[in-house]
């Protein structure tokens, strides 16, 4: 169970049955700023003009129509020009679609808050709240902040837009009436962007603004000029030299052009609509995109990315070094078992135990003990106590109630039983008993009690003569899921190691709960830091690592990366800056990290969970297999555009494409690559293991598919060509050619897509079926006119399906190499 923390600054003066007074929220609001979780950001038509500014396509419309217009063309440049609008409302709805994910996130915000102030209720606006409100929220509202649950029988929250999950969650109020907890779990905790479902809900508020888990959300879901990750410097460098190849393909083509005699405006055209069909600007633009999607669908699995780098990062991880406290299970200790003496049952041990408990003590352990315990057995007055020292290692009380002076004393087992009456053979089996119990992993406590005479002195503490009363066991027990998570990762080829400083015996038992090393983990007790170096052959195959200090902390993960791996470590405090830093991805505890670990760390887990990061790493697996279905459909619809709008007229035909085909070539490829590819993770890793070594967007068996497709639709196009002009109008054969060729061209087109998608989704078939619409243009006379293109005859339909199932039967084996990959 997640706890998260109670600032108490948040909530110090706030009254959670009166609220606050008018007097507090002015000095709170200039403290903590407003409720702003979400501003919207301004949309002015200008930045949308600005982003199609720099669409090389609309210059290139510019410039051919403003060449037809002065040799007296005007139809030809009149439909260049109108071909800019339907270009530009794309760029925009793009531009669109790539915000509404962030934007959209306001319209899930309450705009209104019923807030109790100066003792009165108050209809105010949500950004005027602070810390300290109390608000109340009726069904069907959403939450305007960060708080806890005051009151509400339970109540059911919608909490969908953090966690991805539809499935509703129960709450229940947290107890205020006494001291504030310093930290509460998710159940007592309703936060802002999430909506309740049923009943009315009291929540006293404690985090506004960006400091609110949603807010956290929409600050980095907007981040943008992040630093280039290396793919992004890959694919720049790609676009270098694709650019560098088409100015001079260009400049050659424009030659040939003019040597064979076709005139200077013809070589000129030529020339622009070989280097706007050969312009590589859906690779960064599609790229930069992703990463964006990547960063947005990451935080709604409860990891928020602080660089880039580790969108792409991510999903490629081949060992994961993880915390086990707080990670891998709860984080909070809890009653495993009561081991009581004859004569003594298991709540009266407890109750005993508990007794000698201060109760200012904050240890996690008498937490633990005083949960489980119904009530203190030796009630009475209590004379004295003596403390619990690392020295020590115990703790004792004095009582004095009806049955006279009482000595009660718990501890470590080691010390307590060295207090008790000599009995080799009962001490034989209680030690017996400890090892076992310690074996499983539990932390162990002894407990025992004496009388004591009458003029006792209680400034002296009895240490000898006591009845050992039983022995208690406490464990951290493992989160819900883990176990699955960790045998998930290991069948997906990750390695999973357990970083702990606890005893190997504990680490060893919570290592065969979840299943590390086929139950059988091997686990590497270290010590001492400054002692004997550890041999990194064993330190990188243990896959538990006990009584680790920082220092070898990193050292494991340089010995993993030495190794090939791709490492992911967890950390939470500011000893484990140094293993975040030198990991490949370093992720923080968002909910018991420092702010060390969190500047350090690539991502913050919002819930501190294990579970939650497999989940990221899935995440991160299918966009990068999103991005290579995407970057493949590119480069096999580029090839044969580009390879047959140089081939053919380099081969003294006419021009296949015109610009206004380039235009319409632009529409189609254009959007399916921003759109098409954008399949969604089902937070399950499966899969095959990732390769090791440097990131390849493709292996040398999917290469190979690749250009073998992209050289069958290349064909399949040139023979379009030279079946449309045999078979088309005697009047005028290049129309017949180009008419065929362009449907080949776009029936490949969402052949490809169909074969790297599976057409799974809604988004993949509009596309496709949009593509088929605008092959249809073709058969529509009046505009087949205007397109240059003339309709197609029964055969000529029945070729085009023909030679674009040449190319699906090509694609096939690129669509198997890739799905082996992922």
Same mark, same amino acid.
């Given at each position: 169970?997640?706890?998260?923390?109670?600032?108490?600054?948040?909530?110090?003066?706030?009254?959670?049955?009166?609220?606050?007074?008018?007097?507090?929220?002015?000095?709170?609001?200039?403290?903590?700023?407003?409720?702003?979780?979400?501003?919207?950001?301004?949309?002015?038509?200008?930045?949308?003009?600005?982003?199609?500014?720099?669409?090389?396509?609309?210059?290139?419309?510019?410039?051919?129509?403003?060449?037809?217009?002065?040799?007296?063309?005007?139809?030809?440049?009149?439909?260049?020009?109108?071909?800019?609008?339907?270009?530009?409302?794309?760029?925009?709805?793009?531009?669109?679609?790539?915000?509404?994910?962030?934007?959209?996130?306001?319209?899930?915000?309450?705009?209104?808050?019923?807030?109790?102030?100066?003792?009165?209720?108050?209809?105010?606006?949500?950004?005027?709240?602070?810390?300290?409100?109390?608000?109340?929220?009726?069904?069907?509202?959403?939450?305007?902040?960060?708080?806890?649950?005051?009151?509400?029988?339970?109540?059911?929250?919608?909490?969908?837009?953090?966690?991805?999950?539809?499935?509703?969650?129960?709450?229940?109020?947290?107890?205020?009436?006494?001291?504030?907890?310093?930290?509460?779990?998710?159940?007592?905790?309703?936060?802002?962007?999430?909506?309740?479902?049923?009943?009315?809900?009291?929540?006293?508020?404690?985090?506004?603004?960006?400091?609110?888990?949603?807010?956290?959300?929409?600050?980095?879901?907007?981040?943008?000029?992040?630093?280039?990750?290396?793919?992004?410097?890959?694919?720049?460098?790609?676009?270098?030299?694709?650019?560098?190849?088409?100015?001079?393909?260009?400049?050659?083509?424009?030659?040939?052009?003019?040597?064979?005699?076709?005139?200077?405006?013809?070589?000129?055209?030529?020339?622009?609509?070989?280097?706007?069909?050969?312009?590589?600007?859906?690779?960064?633009?599609?790229?930069?995109?992703?990463?964006?999607?990547?960063?947005?669908?990451?935080?709604?699995?409860?990891?928020?990315?602080?660089?880039?780098?580790?969108?792409?990062?991510?999903?490629?991880?081949?060992?994961?070094?993880?915390?086990?406290?707080?990670?891998?299970?709860?984080?909070?200790?809890?009653?495993?078992?009561?081991?009581?003496?004859?004569?003594?049952?298991?709540?009266?041990?407890?109750?005993?135990?508990?007794?000698?408990?201060?109760?200012?003590?904050?240890?996690?352990?008498?937490?633990?003990?005083?949960?489980?315990?119904?009530?203190?057995?030796?009630?009475?007055?209590?004379?004295?106590?003596?403390?619990?020292?690392?020295?020590?290692?115990?703790?004792?009380?004095?009582?004095?109630?009806?049955?006279?002076?009482?000595?009660?004393?718990?501890?470590?087992?080691?010390?307590?039983?060295?207090?008790?009456?000599?009995?080799?053979?009962?001490?034989?089996?209680?030690?017996?008993?400890?090892?076992?119990?310690?074996?499983?992993?539990?932390?162990?406590?002894?407990?025992?009690?004496?009388?004591?005479?009458?003029?006792?002195?209680?400034?002296?503490?009895?240490?000898?003569?006591?009845?050992?009363?039983?022995?208690?066991?406490?464990?951290?027990?493992?989160?819900?899921?883990?176990?699955?998570?960790?045998?998930?990762?290991?069948?997906?080829?990750?390695?999973?190691?357990?970083?702990?400083?606890?005893?190997?015996?504990?680490?060893?038992?919570?290592?065969?709960?979840?299943?590390?090393?086929?139950?059988?983990?091997?686990?590497?007790?270290?010590?001492?830091?400054?002692?004997?170096?550890?041999?990194?052959?064993?330190?990188?195959?243990?896959?538990?690592?006990?009584?680790?200090?920082?220092?070898?902390?990193?050292?494991?993960?340089?010995?993993?990366?030495?190794?090939?791996?791709?490492?992911?470590?967890?950390?939470?405090?500011?000893?484990?800056?140094?293993?975040?830093?030198?990991?490949?991805?370093?992720?923080?505890?968002?909910?018991?990290?420092?702010?060390?670990?969190?500047?350090?760390?690539?991502?913050?887990?919002?819930?501190?969970?294990?579970?939650?990061?497999?989940?990221?790493?899935?995440?991160?697996?299918?966009?990068?297999?999103?991005?290579?279905?995407?970057?493949?459909?590119?480069?096999?619809?580029?090839?044969?555009?580009?390879?047959?709008?140089?081939?053919?007229?380099?081969?003294?035909?006419?021009?296949?494409?015109?610009?206004?085909?380039?235009?319409?070539?632009?529409?189609?490829?254009?959007?399916?690559?921003?759109?098409?590819?954008?399949?969604?993770?089902?937070?399950?890793?499966?899969?095959?293991?990732?390769?090791?070594?440097?990131?390849?967007?493709?292996?040398?068996?999917?290469?190979?598919?690749?250009?073998?497709?992209?050289?069958?639709?290349?064909?399949?196009?040139?023979?379009?060509?030279?079946?449309?002009?045999?078979?088309?109008?005697?009047?005028?054969?290049?129309?017949?050619?180009?008419?065929?060729? &362009? *449907?080949?061209?776009? /029936?490949?087109?969402? @052949?490809? !897509? $169909?074969? +790297?998608?599976? %057409?799974?989704?809604?988004?993949? =078939?509009?596309?496709?079926?949009?593509?088929?619409?605008?092959?249809?243009?073709?058969?529509?006379?009046?505009?087949?006119?205007?397109?240059?293109?003339?309709? &197609? *005859?029964?055969?000529? /339909?029945?070729?085009? @399906?023909? !030679? $674009?199932? +040449?190319?699906? %039967?090509?694609?096939?084996?690129? =669509?198997?190499?890739?799905?082996?990959?992922?």
């Amino acid at each position: 169970m997640s706890l998260r923390q109670i600032p108490r600054e948040s909530l110090e003066g706030s009254d959670p049955g009166a609220g606050l007074r008018s007097g507090q929220v002015a000095e709170r609001r200039r403290r903590f700023g407003g409720n702003d979780v979400a501003e919207a950001a301004p949309r002015r038509w200008w930045t949308v003009a600005a982003a199609s500014a720099r669409d090389p396509m609309l210059w290139f419309l510019l410039v051919v129509s403003a060449l037809f217009l002065a040799l007296g063309d005007v139809a030809e440049a009149v439909v260049l020009l109108a071909a800019i609008v339907p270009l530009l409302g794309m760029d925009a709805w793009l531009h669109r679609r790539t915000q509404v994910s962030t934007e959209g996130l306001a319209s899930r915000l309450a705009a209104t808050a019923r807030v109790l102030r100066d003792g009165a209720w108050q209809l105010l606006p949500a950004r005027d709240l602070v810390p300290g409100d109390v608000v109340e929220v009726a069904a069907g509202g959403w939450v305007p902040a960060d708080g806890l649950l005051l009151s509400g029988g339970d109540p059911q929250f919608d909490e969908s837009s953090l966690t991805g999950e539809s499935f509703p969650v129960r709450k229940r109020a947290l107890d205020v009436s006494g001291a504030l907890p310093v930290d509460a779990d998710a159940s007592h905790w309703a936060h802002a962007g999430t909506r309740l479902l049923s009943g009315t809900a009291r929540l006293w508020i404690v985090h506004t603004g960006a400091r609110t888990q949603y807010g956290e959300i929409v600050r980095l879901a907007r981040a943008s000029r992040q630093a280039r990750t290396p793919l992004q410097q890959s694919v720049a460098r790609l676009v270098r030299w694709i650019l560098i190849a088409a100015l001079l393909f260009c400049l050659l083509l424009a030659a040939v052009r003019l040597l064979q005699g076709h005139g200077p405006l013809d070589a000129l055209i030529s020339a622009l609509v070989l280097a706007v069909a050969a312009l590589p600007e859906e690779f960064p633009v599609v790229f930069t995109l992703f990463l964006g999607v990547g960063v947005y669908r990451l935080a709604q699995r409860q990891a928020l990315v602080r660089r880039a780098v580790a969108v792409e990062n991510i999903g490629r991880v081949t060992a994961i070094c993880s915390d086990k406290t707080g990670t891998l299970t709860e984080g909070r200790l809890r009653l495993a078992e009561a081991v009581p003496t004859e004569g003594l049952d298991g709540p009266a041990l407890l109750a005993l135990a508990a007794s000698v408990v201060d109760a200012a003590g904050h240890d996690p352990l008498d937490q633990a003990l005083c949960a489980a315990s119904p009530s203190a057995a030796c009630g009475g007055e209590r004379l004295a106590t003596f403390p619990f020292t690392e020295a020590r290692r115990r703790e004792t009380a004095l009582f004095r109630g009806s049955d006279g002076l009482v000595a009660v004393v718990k501890g470590a087992p080691e010390t307590v039983l060295a207090m008790c009456a000599p009995d080799s053979p009962t001490q034989a089996c209680w030690r017996e008993r400890l090892d076992a119990l310690a074996a499983r992993g539990y932390k162990v406590i002894a407990c025992a009690r004496r009388a004591l005479p009458t003029g006792h002195d209680p400034e002296r503490e009895p240490d000898s003569g006591y009845a050992l009363a039983g022995l208690l066991a406490f464990g951290d027990p493992v989160r819900e899921g883990v176990r699955e998570s960790v045998q998930a990762c290991l069948a997906a080829g990750i390695r999973v190691i357990m970083v702990t400083g606890d005893h190997p015996l504990t680490a060893g038992a919570i290592a065969r709960d979840i299943g590390l090393g086929g139950g059988t983990p091997s686990v590497l007790g270290l010590g001492d830091p400054g002692g004997d170096p550890v041999d990194t052959d064993a330190l990188a195959g243990a896959d538990v690592i006990a009584r680790a200090a920082p220092a070898q902390k990193l050292q494991l993960v340089q010995a993993l990366q030495a190794r090939g791996h791709i490492v992911a470590v967890t950390g939470d405090g500011v000893n484990d800056v140094p293993a975040l830093q030198a990991a490949d991805i370093g992720i923080a505890m968002g909910e018991r990290g420092t702010r060390s670990a969190r500047e350090a760390a690539a991502i913050v887990l919002l819930d501190d969970n294990f579970r939650t990061l497999v989940a990221a790493i899935a995440e991160g697996r299918q966009l990068f297999a999103n991005l290579q279905r995407g970057f493949a459909y590119l480069l096999l619809v580029h090839l044969p555009l580009v390879l047959s709008a140089a081939l053919v007229p380099l081969a003294g035909f006419p021009l296949l494409y015109l610009p206004i085909h380039i235009v319409w070539l632009e529409l189609i490829i254009h959007p399916t690559s921003m759109l098409a590819f954008q399949r969604r993770s089902e937070a399950q890793l499966r899969g095959q293991p990732v390769a090791r070594g440097p990131v390849r967007f493709f292996s040398a068996r999917a290469w190979r598919a690749l250009l073998l497709a992209g050289a069958a639709a290349t064909g399949a196009v040139l023979a379009g060509h030279g079946l449309g002009g045999i078979a088309g109008d005697v009047a005028d054969p290049a129309a017949g050619a180009r008419s065929l060729a &362009l *449907a080949v061209l776009i /029936l490949c087109s969402v @052949v490809f !897509l $169909a074969v +790297l998608t599976g %057409l799974r989704g809604r988004m993949p =078939r509009l596309v496709a079926a949009a593509a088929l619409a605008s092959a249809a243009l073709i058969q529509v006379p009046m505009l087949s006119a205007l397109l240059e293109v003339q309709p &197609l *005859a029964p055969a000529g /339909l029945a070729a085009a @399906v023909a !030679l $674009a199932g +040449l190319a699906w %039967l090509a694609a096939l084996p690129l =669509r198997a190499a890739l799905d082996a990959e992922s």
